[in-house]
């Protein structure tokens, strides 16, 4: 349950630098930005997508503006990020019993 974020990959001109542009407004009109030596603990979307970012590994930065990500990485391999962003507001996947209020 839950709709996919769709998402489009950007090189930029800096090495180890990617942006994800997507269809969807993560951050409103604020900038957020995140550092792996403090990870974010809250519950809003963008400090959720940063969690699981630097979850994966190998991600150094991020920074979302709008339905922008922009992921600073420690090595050359993005593979899965795009995923990640993409399964953010995913909630029920196969095997996962939904809840029913009683």
């Not at 839950?2 to 800096?14: F, L, N, S, Y």
């Not at 992921?71 to 993005?78: F, K, R, T």
């Amino acid at each position: 349950m839950g709709q996919p974020v769709h998402v489009i990959e950007i090189p930029t001109a800096r090495a180890g630098v990617i942006r994800y542009e997507t269809n969807r407004t993560l951050s409103g009109m604020g900038h957020d930005r995140f550092d792996v030596a403090q990870p974010p603990t809250g519950d809003r979307p963008t400090e959720v997508l940063a969690r699981r970012l630097f979850e994966r590994g190998g991600v150094r930065r991020v920074h979302v503006y709008g339905g922008v990500v922009t992921v600073e990485l420690d090595e050359p391999d993005a593979s899965g990020i795009r995923e990640i962003i993409e399964d953010l507001y995913v909630y029920y996947r196969p095997g996962v019993e939904v809840a029913v209020p009683s």
